[in-house]
């Protein structure tokens, strides 16, 4: 016998309905007095200091700051006033933290090509969502390894910097030879080629126009 979506979804009753009104209430409550606190405290306010400046009595701000009562619209409008801030800051949700460290690559989890007819090993260090916007590479080369490149996207821009030995860049039949330390950028929109006379390495960014 099919199962109706009605038999399947508990009808909230009145007292229900009530007891999650009151718990959003006292989380507003409590969300309001830590925000009021915070926001004093970093004014360098004393709860005397600003019950004079937004006219809302010292036992009053006490009571909203231990959560004990909640202001009323009109207080709480002086109060934003007198500390400066937006009416819904005091209100609103706190937002999940931002992470300030995205993501740890280590070395053996590293992307890596190698690319014996080129005698080269590139990994890739970019993200994947990066590809065809900014894309950076780590690149080793044997000694006489050949990289040899069609023509990317029109604009793009190649950044090289040698990290150890000597290379000979070409693009579009320009030529430059770098060495250790030297930094080089090359259109890549055309062909172009990276050859290392002994053993190298480079950090290469490709940037798409």
Request: proline residues 2%; aromatic residues 2%; charged residues 30%.
């Amino acid at each position: 016998m099919p199962i109706r979506l009605a038999d399947q979804v508990e009808v909230m009753n009145d007292s229900g309905l009530e007891r999650l009104l009151v718990n959003e209430r006292l989380e507003i409550t409590t969300r309001l007095a830590s925000r009021l606190k915070d926001e004093r405290a970093a004014k360098g306010l004393s709860l005397d200091a600003l019950a004079k400046l937004s006219g809302v009595s010292r036992s009053m701000l006490s009571e909203i700051e231990r959560g004990e009562s909640s202001p009323t619209v009109a207080s709480l409008w002086n109060l934003t006033r007198a500390l400066g801030v937006d009416f819904s800051s005091l209100l609103d949700e706190d937002e999940e933290p931002t992470q300030s460290i995205r993501e740890i690559l280590r070395a053996e989890q590293t992307p890596m090509i190698r690319n014996r007819a080129a005698g080269c090993v590139i990994r890739i260090l970019s993200a994947p969502d990066e590809v065809g916007r900014t894309e950076v590479y780590d690149i080793y080369f044997e000694q006489g390894g050949v990289l040899e490149s069609a023509a990317h996207k029109s604009g793009c821009v190649e950044h090289l910097t040698v990290l150890e030995g000597v290379l000979q860049i070409a693009s579009a039949g320009e030529s430059a030879e770098v060495s250790m330390g030297d930094t080089i950028r090359y259109a890549a929109d055309v062909q172009h080629e990276m050859r290392a006379r002994n053993e190298a390495r480079v950090l290469l960014v490709v940037k798409n126009g």
